[in-house]
């Protein structure tokens, strides 16, 4: 005897209607009349018990309930989607769909127009959203908030994670034009005398740098700190202070500045392209992701995955 089950579609609707909060925006994202939507939301109030959204002046607000349930729902409607979605073919020029990039700083001034460009050309329906990185932490990876992420592979990415080398890179000293470290030999001892601002954040390796000043009896003047590269090239571009900054990332955001190798030994360090595995077989993830490694070939002129 055949059992019944919960009708699954309403998982679509009511992720819709959470991500929404609207019956009628819900029904334009689903293609269906506000009436319906009206009673696919009551059906959903009867399975669940609850009334998941209710009046509140002239919109509605979640219940706890439906605001405990939205980004488990919002997963499963993704899980749902990646897996019946066709492997092997996609219309790139049917394609509607917004990709969500977290990348470090510098990556989307740098190699963003190029990307976009690309997409343009390829798919002029979908849509590129740029997030900013500021930690190695994989869960957005995970959850499906992100699709593709760029950075160093460190320990506190998850180990399912897929990493595909882009480009390596390597720290500089940036400071505005006409600066004094902008003529002559920058020696470790000019370097260190500068009035820095140093970029902090986790995993970023810049600590080798005072490491190996330090073994030389030196240590930078650190002025001022600040959270990204871009914030650190305009206080220095502005003013007498001395950046330190990746080489390639930031080729767009140091334009009429001089920039120096660093006077003291540091390694260079990998950029790689990071996705959950649960996209690999994606067709339309895999298409931008070639995009991604030849916008950087375009723009760094570096070898395809390196």
């Not at 895999?286 to 375009?298: F, T």
Request: aromatic fraction near 4%.
């Amino acid at each position: 005897m055949a059992m019944s089950g919960p009708d699954l579609n309403l998982l679509f609707t009511l992720d819709a209607l959470l991500q929404q909060g609207s019956v009628a925006g819900a029904g334009r994202k689903l293609g269906l009349s506000p009436s319906a939507m009206s009673r696919a939301l009551a059906r959903l109030r009867t399975v669940t018990g609850d009334p998941l959204l209710v009046r509140a002046g002239r919109g509605l607000v979640a219940t706890p309930r439906a605001e405990a349930m939205r980004d488990e729902v919002h997963r499963l409607v993704e899980d749902a989607r990646a897996i019946l979605r066709p492997a092997d073919t996609v219309d790139l020029y049917r394609l509607d769909r917004t990709f969500v990039l977290r990348t470090s700083d510098g990556f989307a001034e740098t190699i963003g127009p190029a990307l976009i460009q690309r997409v343009a050309e390829e798919a002029p329906h979908v849509r590129i959203r740029f997030i900013r990185k500021l930690d190695k932490d994989s869960t957005g990876l995970r959850d499906g908030e992100i699709d593709l992420e760029t950075g160093v592979v460190g320990i506190s990415i998850g180990p399912e994670v897929r990493a595909q080398a882009l480009f390596e890179d390597r720290y500089v000293g940036v400071v505005r034009a006409g600066h004094p470290l902008a003529r002559g030999k920058v020696s470790a001892e000019r370097y260190a005398g500068g009035r820095h601002v140093l970029v902090t954040r986790q995993g970023l390796g810049l600590g080798a740098i005072d490491e190996a000043l330090e073994m030389i009896g030196l240590a930078r003047t650190i002025v001022t700190t600040v959270d990204g590269f871009a914030a650190a090239l305009a206080l220095a571009r502005g003013s007498d202070l001395v950046s330190t900054v990746p080489e390639r990332h930031t080729i767009g955001l140091r334009d009429g500045m001089e920039t120096f190798a660093l006077p003291v030994e540091t390694d260079a360090f990998t950029i790689s392209l990071l996705w959950h595995p649960r996209m690999e077989g994606d067709a339309a993830h895999r298409w931008l992701r070639q995009l991604v490694r030849k916008a950087c070939v375009d723009v760094l002129q570096v070898a395809p995955g390196g």
